[in-house]
């Protein structure tokens, strides 16, 4: 069985400041790993995935997130928030099966604000 | 960019009524899936679908729901008698297989 915890419901930030947000998994097989953002009034948008490559792992907008087996997690940081960064992140997780299709397994989500 | 659609956006529906939500993935997209969010929940498995047949479903996905690819390029979740519990946030999505699924807008379906 497979599950995700994001800790924190909301997390705000300063414009400039570091984000960090938190994700743990548990997975009975090597996982996939995923980070998406949720606009207003928008589907999920995938921001970045860790799929056994690198365990650093670059996505969009500049955010980046760590695969770190150790303490089963995938946290997501970006350096410098800005407004534009405001908005709902899910973390997700995905065992064998994948590649064929199989389903994504989210957590709670986070909202993050960012405050001028 | 190719994406994923759904309609409607919003849907009202009367307790017991039957819904339909819709959506058109990806087209070249193998694999299909239906996921929902409670409001203030997390977003939830509800069905998969390949080569025109389910291929993992969730406990939430009982007799109720059923989905249908009739025409090649539609994917529809139809739910037969809704229930107030039913009322969420309906995401359709699509993959190829090997890579990130797709997510579309999303329906907010909502029983009274």
């Known amino acids: 069985a497979q599950s995700v915890t994001q800790l924190g419901s909301h997390v705000s930030v300063s414009e400039g400041a570091l984000v960090l947000l938190r994700c743990n998994y548990s997975s009975s097989v090597p996982p996939y790993l995923f980070w998406y953002v949720q606009y207003p009034n928008q589907g999920l948008q995938l921001l970045l995935k860790y799929t056994s490559a690198a365990t650093l792992v670059k996505g969009i907008n500049g955010f980046e997130a760590e695969f770190k087996k150790s303490e089963t997690s995938f946290h997501l940081t970006k350096p410098s928030a800005h407004m534009s960064d405001a908005a709902e992140y899910f973390c997700?997780?995905?065992?064998?099966?994948?590649?064929?299709?199989?389903?994504?397994?989210f957590g709670q989500g986070t909202e993050l604000s960012v405050k001028p | 960019e190719p994406e994923v659609t759904q309609t409607p956006s919003h849907q009202v529906t009367q307790m017991g009524q039957e819904v339909i939500l819709r959506c058109v993935p990806i087209s070249n997209h193998l694999y299909f899936y239906w996921y929902r969010q409670i409001l203030g929940q997390k977003v939830e498995f509800l069905v998969s679908f390949y080569n025109n047949e389910i291929s993992e479903k969730s406990e939430i996905f009982d007799d109720q729901f059923s989905v249908e690819r009739p025409d090649g390029s539609n994917f529809t979740l139809k739910i037969r008698s809704t229930k107030l519990e039913d009322s969420a946030m309906y995401f359709c999505a699509s993959t190829v297989g090997a890579r990130e699924q797709y997510f579309g807008p999303g329906t907010r379906l909502t029983v009274t």
């Open positions: 997700a997780v995905s065992g064998r099966g994948y590649n064929q299709g199989g389903k994504l397994i």
